[in-house]
């Protein structure tokens, strides 16, 4: 199946794939949350965006909504899938002060980042909010990377290598890796989708240093890195 | 600083400024397409976004819509894991980083203080 067929501009089939697959797999219990939670997750993430004009109307289905999420998670939902540049460090603090460990927060984060990317992506090229799936059954794998620690993100982080040991190694592969990408490895399946959406969509991350590197069919990294520019000065990201 | 090493890599005297101030010539084919685009696409006026669609792909092509689109994405995703990680900039990020983010202004992003707290001296 091809995700964006009705897309009037051509899409890459590795940004089509990845896209199915990353929607799909919403519907799938992950490490802290059940596939019910996550699709809550998801949904909360596109009623806010339409509410703000942010984004295109959803299924109706989706604008009512399933199960409730609790408080502390609906308000980290909305405030980063809204407005990321007003996400400051009181956002985290009271979100852990209202219920949420850090692995299902940073597992939230996650979610909203990723989604937040593929609907932007859909109304960019013009097609409507691809449609999210139907919840499987199963439990979360409770997956903690136990060499995780305190680094100096908010939230706990696998290290480099060497600390980061056998986790780090599988992960990140030989190489230093930055905290953009390190970021969410307390929940390591979010990093590896990060990634694999980074790859498909900016330009391979092995590639990152060559200035003139070109990724994209017609569209220079110099046009490129102007996007770039452009949306993190919107988003007030200093990263 | 992707950019501007990309714009010395292929002789463009690209204008950082315009990032900020996007009516600033940015000195890169369809820049101000792109910004246009870039701004519109994360705006909530659908009317100018499929306006700035158009000129676009008038501009550059159909295809340039389509990596515009997967680059302001991406980036959407990016400042949202940055920004609710709280994850500081890298020190070697920040040297090399310094005068542009003086002249732009981007000392002054709250976020700016995940990363100033770590490393004041850079401030």
Not at chain 1, 98 to 113: A, F, P, Q, T
Not at chain 1, 169 to 183: F, H, N, P, Q, S
Request: hydrophobic fraction near 40%.
């Amino acid at each position: 199946m091809v995700l964006y067929a009705d897309s009037n501009y051509p899409v890459h089939k590795d940004l089509d794939s990845i896209h199915a697959k990353q929607l799909d797999q919403l519907g799938r219990p992950g490490a802290w949350g059940t596939a019910d939670q996550r699709l809550a997750i998801a949904q909360e993430v596109r009623q806010a965006a339409y509410k703000t004009g942010l984004q295109e109307r959803p299924k109706e289905a989706e604008l009512k909504g399933g199960i409730k999420l609790p408080d502390a998670a609906s308000k980290v939902v909305q405030k980063l899938t809204i407005s990321p540049k007003d996400f400051l460090e009181d956002s985290y603090t009271d979100a852990k002060k209202d219920g949420l460990n850090d692995e299902e927060y940073v597992e939230i984060v996650g979610i909203v980042s990723r989604l937040t990317c593929m609907d932007v992506f859909a109304r960019g090229i013009g097609v409507p909010l691809r449609p999210l799936p139907k919840a499987s059954e199963g439990q979360p794998s409770r997956n903690r990377p136990a060499v995780a620690k305190k680094e100096m993100a908010w939230v706990p982080t696998i290290p480099n290598l060497p600390e980061g040991g056998d986790a780090a190694k599988a992960l990140y592969g030989e190489g230093y890796k930055t905290y953009i990408v390190r970021g969410l490895s307390l929940v390591p399946d979010e990093v590896r989708m990060h990634i694999e959406l980074e790859n498909v969509q900016y330009l391979p991350m092995k590639h990152i240093f060559i200035p003139d590197y070109q990724h994209h069919e017609g569209f220079t990294r110099a046009q490129c890195e102007i996007v770039a520019g452009r949306i993190s000065a919107l988003n007030e990201c200093f990263f | 600083m992707f950019l501007r090493e990309s714009g010395r890599a292929t002789d463009l005297k690209i204008n950082l400024e315009a990032l900020i101030k996007p009516t600033l010539e940015i000195g890169v084919p369809g820049g101000k397409e792109i910004l246009n685009f870039a701004e519109a696409l994360i705006g909530p006026d659908r009317s100018i976004l499929d306006k700035a669609r158009l000129e676009l792909a008038d501009k550059l092509s159909p295809a340039a819509v389509s990596a515009a689109s997967a680059i302001a994405a991406n980036f959407t995703k990016n400042d949202r894991i940055a920004n609710g990680c709280g994850i500081p900039s890298e020190p070697k990020m920040l040297k090399a980083s310094k005068d542009i983010r003086a002249n732009l202004g981007l000392n002054d992003y709250r976020s700016a203080e995940n990363t100033f707290k770590h490393f004041p001296e850079e401030r």
